[in-house]
């Protein structure tokens, strides 16, 4: 490793952690793991059959240098493994491995094996501690932090799920490099999302940055801006965590209409961000030159601009009317009234929506 990593607390009574942030630091996973207390020996890496083969030897020999005896559970590739019977599947190789209370997960790769991870040490032995590694963009700037954690029902996304925090974040930059080009530029939604809603020097910074360049530094300080997020309102009930959520309205809709897989959840969140930018500046305060700037950033990191023509209107309102956010009947939509600076409103109107997805044409 090169400089020392960044390290960001997050500050939650009674399970604060620390989040690193270094290029080069899966490789001082061992000892950094040693380093937390009350953590058995026994432990087991949860990984795909993409990440497993790239990354899972250097990790579990990480941890055998460092006193550990890791098993290694390995699930397929695909946001199909976020289920219940994978999470179950997890489980029963855990208990046919001799694992019990005192051993310990450690979630090596993207949202999905982090979700799927989190889940099952939150519920194996009325739950365990795990350690996230991960290794997307996502990951690293958004899922593995906060410490919501889950699996997919048949009837909709992360719908079964617990709250359970990480007891350390390793971040290593590096892991990013095998990401396929596609899946590296998506990650990006969420970082001009973040922007967006709390950090807008966080743009000048996104124009600058060239293809696929040093990103710790910026990791870091999504991870700082999502953490100061979680520990001002760990549960969403606040309505700080629901900031998060800016571009997330329409953007399921599309991603739901578009049938799952077609567009990545980055770039559905793409147009998400873009409608949901046109609608502050109609519903909100934000210039409509700055919500063209953000479209710009946008384009910038390869991200769609526009709606497939095959995705109706009617479809994504369908896929709408199904969202947790529209359960109880009103409209709470996370709007901008400048750059960095988000609040909820209920004042944005189906009327205005389907402008808002019309104009995505
Ligand atoms: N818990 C949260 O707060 C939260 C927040 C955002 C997203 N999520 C969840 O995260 C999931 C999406 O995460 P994702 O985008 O990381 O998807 P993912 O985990 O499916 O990873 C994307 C693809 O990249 C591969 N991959 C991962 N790391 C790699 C690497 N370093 N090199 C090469 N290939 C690699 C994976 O095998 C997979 O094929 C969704 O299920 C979403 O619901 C959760
Ligand atoms: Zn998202």
Do not use: W
């Not at 019977?85 to 999905?112: K, M, N, T, W, Y």
């Not at 060239?210 to 990103?215: A, E, L, T």
Request: charged share 20%; glycine share 12%; net charge neutral.
């Amino acid at each position: 490793m090169t400089s020392p990593p960044h390290r960001i607390p997050v500050a939650l009574p009674g399970h604060a952690y620390d989040v690193l942030v270094g290029d080069g630091l899966l490789a001082e996973s061992g000892h950094l793991i040693r380093g937390l207390d009350r953590l058995g020996k026994k432990c087991a890496i949860v990984t795909d059959t993409n990440v497993g083969p790239l990354y899972a030897g250097l990790l579990a020999a990480r941890l055998v240098e460092a006193g550990f005896t890791p098993d290694t559970i390995t699930v397929p590739a695909g946001e199909g493994s976020k289920s219940m019977p994978v999470a179950e599947d997890i489980c029963r190789q855990l208990i046919r491995g001799g694992h019990d209370r005192g051993s310990f997960l450690v979630a090596l790769g993207g949202g999905v094996v982090g979700d799927l991870a989190g889940f099952a040490a939150a519920i194996f032995f009325r739950g365990i501690p795990f350690v996230q590694i991960p290794t997307t963009v996502v990951a690293q700037v958004d899922s593995s932090v906060g410490g919501k954690t889950g699996v997919n029902a048949h009837e909709g996304k992360n719908l079964i799920g617990a709250f359970h925090q990480p007891r350390l974040v390793i971040a290593d930059p590096r892991t990013l490099d095998s990401l396929p080009d596609r899946a590296y530029r998506e990650g990006f939604a969420e970082i001009i999302k973040h922007a967006a809603i709390r950090d807008a020097p966080m743009l000048d910074r996104l124009e600058a940055l060239p293809p696929r360049g040093d990103i710790t530094a910026l990791v870091a300080d999504n991870v700082a801006l999502k953490a100061a997020i979680v520990v001002e309102d760990e549960r969403e009930t606040a309505g700080t965590r629901a900031l998060l959520n800016f571009g997330h309205t329409i953007g399921h809709g599309i991603e739901a209409s578009a049938g799952y897989g077609e567009l990545m959840h980055g770039e559905a969140i793409s147009l998400g961000l873009i409608a949901a930018a046109r609608l502050s500046s109609t519903r909100s305060t934000l210039p409509t030159a700055d919500a063209e700037r953000l479209r710009g950033v946008l384009a910038r990191f390869g991200l769609p601009l526009a709606l497939p023509s095959r995705i109706t209107t009617d479809a994504i309102l369908g896929a709408l009317s199904h969202d947790k956010k529209f359960r109880a009947g009103q409209i709470r939509f996370v709007l901008l009234s400048a750059l960095g600076k988000a609040h909820l409103s209920e004042e944005v109107t189906l009327a205005d929506i389907v402008g808002a997805i019309e104009s995505l044409r």
